[in-house]
């Protein structure tokens, strides 16, 4: 199962963060390929995306359901695809890590540095990211503003993870192609909510 996780920090306390993520609207646009999103209640919701998988632009509808809120550093869901076989499932969590970026403490070990991978996987990394910013008219993250971290203000750690799985005849190929792609869209989302709450008047 494609599975993607991408943490970032913001100058920000943990109370604020929460009180911009406990609302999708503040944060639904920022999804790569938004569309349009529906709430049925504070747990479900209908969202319409729009991207390129397989050769094809497709714009599929998916049902998410809430399944935890735990105010205010986790939310959890699930996710189905209501006209395509995909189910999937993710999470937000915010630590607060403190006064500054010299005095913040992680909670667990900070992981070893995961290997450079081989040419062919940076190369498909790459064109994965130029091939979403086509598809999306979306700018790539990694050459976006960055959040500042203060020195003098609450920062918060957030970590957004993602894994999706396609099932049906073409489950097995279409899995391949969305391992890559996720990656820059959990970033390209952790990031984009991560400059609203430094700075709420760009949103």
């Given at each position: 199962?494609?599975e993607v996780?991408?943490?970032?920090?913001?100058?920000?306390?943990?109370?604020q963060?929460?009180?911009?993520?406990?609302?999708?609207?503040?944060?639904a646009?920022f999804l790569?390929?938004?569309?349009?999103?529906?709430?049925?209640?504070?747990?479900?919701?209908?969202?319409?995306?729009?991207?390129?998988?397989g050769?094809?632009?497709?714009?599929?509808?998916?049902?998410?359901?809430?399944?935890?809120?735990?105010?205010p550093?986790?939310?959890?869901?699930?996710?189905?695809?209501?006209?395509?076989p995909?189910t999937?499932?993710?999470?937000?969590?915010?630590?607060?890590?403190?006064?500054g970026?010299?005095?913040?403490?992680?909670p667990?070990?900070?992981?070893a540095p995961?290997?450079?991978?081989?040419?062919?996987?940076?190369?498909?990394?790459?064109?994965?990211?130029?091939?979403?910013?086509?598809?999306?008219n979306?700018?790539?993250?990694?050459?976006?503003?960055?959040?500042?971290v203060?020195?003098?203000?609450r920062?918060?750690?957030i970590t957004f993870?993602l894994?999706?799985?396609?099932?049906?005849?073409t489950g097995p190929v279409?899995?391949?192609l969305?391992?890559?792609?996720?990656?820059?869209?959990?970033?390209?989302?952790?990031?984009?909510?991560?400059?609203?709450?430094?700075?709420?008047?760009?949103r």
């Open positions: 199962m494609p996780e991408h943490t970032t920090t913001v100058a920000a306390s943990l109370p963060v929460w009180n911009f993520v406990e609302d999708m609207d503040n944060w646009p790569t390929g938004y569309q349009r999103h529906e709430k049925i209640n504070r747990d479900e919701s209908i969202w319409v995306v729009k991207g390129e998988l050769g094809l632009t497709r714009t599929a509808e998916f049902k998410v359901q809430v399944t935890e809120w735990k105010e550093s986790r939310v959890t869901f699930v996710m189905r695809g209501i006209q395509e995909v999937g499932s993710g999470e937000f969590l915010a630590t607060d890590l403190g006064g970026a010299a005095d913040a403490v992680s667990e070990p900070a992981p995961k290997p450079a991978g081989s040419w062919m996987s940076r190369l498909w990394d790459r064109l994965s990211r130029w091939l979403l910013r086509r598809v999306t979306s700018v790539d993250v990694q050459t976006a503003a960055r959040p500042v203060s020195a003098e203000s920062n918060t750690q993870r894994n999706v799985q396609a099932g049906g005849a279409l899995n391949l969305l391992g890559p792609m996720l990656k820059p869209v959990a970033e390209d989302l952790a990031m984009k909510i991560a400059q609203s709450v430094d700075d709420p008047g760009s």
